[in-house]
DNA sequence: TATGAATGAGGTTTCATTCAT
DNA sequence: AATGAATGAAACCTCATTCAT
């Protein structure tokens, strides 16, 4: 029987068992220093000060723990990017603030980087997780923010908004991943500007302007 | 140009044991069986109809396995693009071939693109494997093209080479892995007119006319 | 004849707290689904909607709640037949009865059938329980109406009233095992024609006539 | 993956490994002492002064060790009992054999008894297992003999093979299992007469003569 | 070159049980 | 009377690895 399957930060949790608690914060910790699939239940327990079965009564497995954490940071940012396009208006500026945002995270929060775009991916029931969900939602919104900019003329309509959407997230995660993997920092501004002339302007010199 | 990185390695692999040849087929036929991670010595040893002794004496374990098999894979491939690339003139042109060829190669080998692009980044060890050497091989020589459309004025002077070489991988991987990861085709022309739309060409519409 | 053997216990049964019910309730409910030896703690408090610690505390192990629910079920049926027997005369009249009472309660109750007939055999500490208690007792009847008939000339005397008691729980239970098992139903009127036909009627075919 | 399932005895089975053969014997030696349900990996491994590890490999599990060791011990005594049944020409003849040899069975080997009576019809997988394949065999050799009987005017027409096989074996269970399970001796000679005089020959006194 | 046999070691999982509230 | 939190202990299971032949 495992406790409180995505209590969904309920009201009054009754500040949340101490214990539950201590193992999120053990995974995290543990993570900045191995990769997931390392981690044993034996090393999460003792660096919480924890019974193991602890973890199974409240996560069943590591596994969920791990989606449980995921879930908690990727829900944040969802939520704090949803209001940072707020009054943006042309579609390609909302694009450049999401790629702002997405460059932003993974260069502040590089262990979380490397779990999400290399190490979640691998797991058994990633594709169920409600990580994963959310990650869609971004997905979804990216692309309807395309198409609308097709809709309004600001994007030339012989473009796919899927492969667009999925070109960006490929140009943000590939710009990003040999970083997080090899420990360098990542310039969110300078990337943003490079990924964008590079994505939203002609390749080619010379012509009379660029496109904005 | 840049020259052939890896040496083919057994002097005499033409009297290669019968043995070491059975462990590599297994290994490749269970790859499209299930993931890396979950395959073990004992599926390895008796999918070959081998000891698993045999397997720790060729190769030490898995992994070390796994790097081999890939390498004779990439390597295929490497060459066969490098031979590929020969007559073509355009900084442009040549990116797109490879563009689609890589896309190609995914649209047929999914099994090899799953470990690739998911799988084997993961592992301990890669990124001082040859297949990992080969791979910044592939990335040099993108990004040398790069450079000579920007010194011959085919790409705009104010791209940077790195992160345009960047954004074309992260491109194609990001438009492949869901195909791959769900299992659906991938249209490897289409695809390469889609990217290279978005990447090559002003993302406004109504421009007197496209780059080329 | 035979006195009940154990006594009405709680005294105050009455206010019998509701977590006790509850918990009794949900080891039923249980059993009707799977067997008692895979049923764990936590299944019982779960369903219960209790704490585990209740269960302890009344029942001390699962194992003592399951005895408590068996010695009633059985408690019940016993009296039953006890009642059923008056008015009959014969001797083998009476098994008859009994035969047909078993087979009724075994039909009409597989689940408490399987665990009698199976389960609760292998448990440590059954032979000293209630529920074992009044098995000797049903038993200890049978035998002495076998001994009754013996002395009243309607059973030959060269029979050993022992063996022919568990001749007939061996029948019985041999009988009603398999359809349990493989949840066929059973006919408990057809049951006792066949078994005691067998049992009390001549083997060969062609004597005058039949025993009875 | 689990070495040589049902090995059928191979002919030259050069001399089967040792540590299958000594984890077979611990496992005999501690059914003696303990219930199946009771004894764990670590107490077979101990006993046999071998590896947990091999349990697994050649077994899989226990269940399947302990299914090996009742599939030889049950295989043994079936043929026995078909050949004694050779040269035995009357249906009641073969069936007071096959009693007499059950028995005898059961006499002399208590704790494949307690085993075969009680603890394995519990285990899950059981009634998929070659013991209980061969126990099917056995019921079914003694079903064709009461119909043959039937066929042959030995037994009256008027009785269900199937319900009399129940019954015949349900006697001889029930007559063990008590003996069995507390300890006392069985005596098969005299408990051979006993149940076949209940079963074959009519209950009441004073008929002119049984019925052979 | 190749194998069968065997092992050490540790991860994973499940439970019954306790205790403060 | 009842609960939530937590634990200790052990069973189960799997693997990589070794070694004599």
Redesign the interface.
């Known amino acids: 029987?495992i406790a409180n399957p995505i209590p969904e930060n309920s009201p009054h949790s009754r500040s949340a068992p101490a214990g539950r608690q201590k193992i999120i914060d053990a995974l995290k910790s543990l993570l900045a220093e191995k990769?997931f699939?390392a981690i044993t239940w034996t090393d999460i327990a003792t660096r919480a000060g924890v019974n193991e079965g602890l973890i199974h009564k409240y996560f069943g497995n590591p596994r969920n723990l791990l989606f449980q954490v995921l879930k908690d940071f990727v829900q944040y940012y969802w939520e704090r990017i949803r209001l940072d396009l707020g009054g943006i208006d042309g579609a390609?500026d909302k694009l450049r603030k999401i790629v702002w945002n997405l460059l932003t995270i993974y260069s502040s929060e590089p262990v979380f980087g490397r779990i999400l775009l290399?190490?979640v991916?691998?797991l058994p029931g990633y594709?169920e997780s409600d990580t994963y969900t959310i990650h869609r939602y971004w997905a979804r919104l990216t692309k309807t923010i395309i198409e609308e900019g097709i809709a309004r003329?600001?994007?030339?309509?012989?473009?796919?908004a899927f492969?667009?959407m999925?070109?960006i997230?490929?140009?943000?995660?590939?710009?990003c991943l040999?970083a997080i993997?090899f420990g360098r920092p990542i310039d969110p501004d300078r990337?943003t500007v490079?990924?964008c002339?590079?994505?939203?302007?002609?390749?080619?010199?010379?012509?009379d302007g660029p496109?904005?």
């Open positions: 029987m990769e699939a390609l290399l190490e991916r691998n594709f003329g600001e994007i030339r309509a012989d473009v796919s492969d667009m999925n070109v997230y490929g140009a943000i995660e590939h710009c040999p993997l990337l490079s990924i002339r590079i994505l939203f302007e002609p390749i080619a010199p010379h012509t496109s904005r």
